[in-house]
């Protein structure tokens, strides 16, 4: 087999953009800790570069610097994944790894893969299986290609599992591990800044507090939900009715923001009571969705971290590759239709919403489970 004389190298571990960091940050830690894994070098894409959408939540989750930093920065999804690529094999080439992992469905997820099996050397994706069933997600293409290039899988949950199997994954490559992201959100929680003293720096002064005992946190960023004027703007308008009901707190991530001042949509949010910031860090945001009478937002890893936290989560979206949050946890699925949007605010403010319970193996210790399993697999490889 051509890959075993690769087999000591060590485990490149790739992040790219924000929901990869939380991800990475217990395995790094996990695979330091064992003495029979061969060393981790974390390698940054750049895809997420600024201060708020990177540094804030490196520090944060008290990530390394990376060793290796590719600096990509944004561009076209061509262009991006390109780039990564381009850049990313003199990496392997150099240090002749025994795997690479990559984490989630980011572009850097899909290009450093295809990078690596180019190369003959063993891929390993966390957070494999995961399906919206909509192939005009980028993130959806990006899952499914990764996985079908994957030599191990590492699920969240087990319909993961039937999904692949689906696709013609050989069962034994995937192992059901839990979930890394909520690995980070126990670990943190302790440390997790007051949502009293975020709201504060948002800008609420201390009268006005009064009027956020209960709060919503909205987040938007898909490029279905922000892209077109007419979406984004029944949105806005969607979300400036219910912050009648209780004040909402946005962080702006960078495309969000771009399109409301070019679709002239920043007069409708400074007409409601949506207080609009810079994205938030790791320890602010935890602060903020414990606190929250309510979280509404079109990402994947809020989903399932208001399941953790138990607090009611209204998903602005068609779809979700994260059933068990709807199923067992907190989420809901509402689309992004005014009334049925407006009807489930509604039922949460009247009920206190879904109860949940915390899915099985989102117990914190999802990052030891892979650790164990990886160096028996990578010894595996070097004594055969
Ligand atoms: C990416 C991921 C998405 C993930 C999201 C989290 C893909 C296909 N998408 O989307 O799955 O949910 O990250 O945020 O990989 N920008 C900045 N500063 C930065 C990074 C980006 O200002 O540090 C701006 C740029 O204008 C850029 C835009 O945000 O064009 C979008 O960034 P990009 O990385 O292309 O995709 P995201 O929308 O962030």
């Not at 390109?82 to 025994?98: G, L, Y």
């Not at 050989?170 to 839990?178: Q, S």
């Amino acid at each position: 087999m051509g890959k075993i004389e690769s087999a000591a190298g060590p485990v490149l571990c790739v992040v790219g953009a924000r929901p990869n960091y939380m991800k990475m940050a217990p395995l790094i830690r996990a695979f330091g800790n064992r003495a029979d894994m061969p060393p981790a070098l974390l390698v940054h894409t750049g895809q997420h570069y600024d201060a708020f959408m990177n540094d804030q939540l490196f520090r944060d989750l008290q990530l390394p610097t990376p060793d290796v930093n590719l600096e990509v920065g944004s561009g076209t999804h061509a262009v991006q994944t390109a780039e990564i690529m381009k850049r990313f094999e003199p990496v392997v080439d150099t240090h002749r790894p025994s795997c690479v992992v990559v984490v989630g469905d980011v572009n850097s997820t899909i290009a450093c893969g295809l990078v690596a099996v180019k190369k003959d050397v063993p891929l390993v994706h966390v957070e494999a299986g995961l399906r919206s069933n909509d192939r005009r997600m980028p993130e959806e293409i990006n899952r499914v290609l990764t996985d079908q290039i994957s030599d191990l899988l590492y699920t969240t949950e087990r319909t993961a599992h039937g999904n692949l199997v689906r696709e013609g994954i050989a069962d034994e490559r995937v192992h059901f591990v839990g979930n890394l992201m909520i690995d980070s959100l126990f670990a943190h929680k302790p440390r997790a800044v007051p949502a009293a003293t975020s709201l504060a720096r948002a800008g609420v002064g201390e009268k006005a507090l009064a009027d956020w005992q209960q709060f919503g946190i909205v987040t938007l960023h898909r490029p279905s939900n922000v892209d077109q004027a007419d979406t984004l703007g029944d949105l806005i308008e969607t979300l400036a009715d219910a912050s009648r009901r209780l004040p909402l707190l946005l962080p702006l991530h960078p495309r969000t923001r771009a399109n409301i001042e070019r679709f002239g949509l920043a007069g409708r949010l400074s007409d409601s009571r949506i207080l609009t910031v810079q994205p938030l860090g790791y320890l602010e945001m935890l602060g903020l969705m414990s606190a929250a009478t309510i979280v509404l937002t079109d990402s994947g890893g809020i989903q399932e971290e208001t399941t953790a936290l138990g607090v009611p989560c209204l998903t602005l979206r068609e779809n979700t590759e994260r059933p068990i949050t709807i199923e067992q946890g907190t989420n809901t699925l509402v689309g992004t239709n005014r009334h049925a949007i407006l009807r489930e605010l509604d039922a949460v403010l009247a009920t206190g919403g879904k109860r949940g319970r915390v899915p099985e193996l989102w117990d914190g210790s999802a990052a030891p489970r892979i650790a164990e399993h990886l160096a028996g697999w990578i010894a595996q490889r070097v004594t055969h």
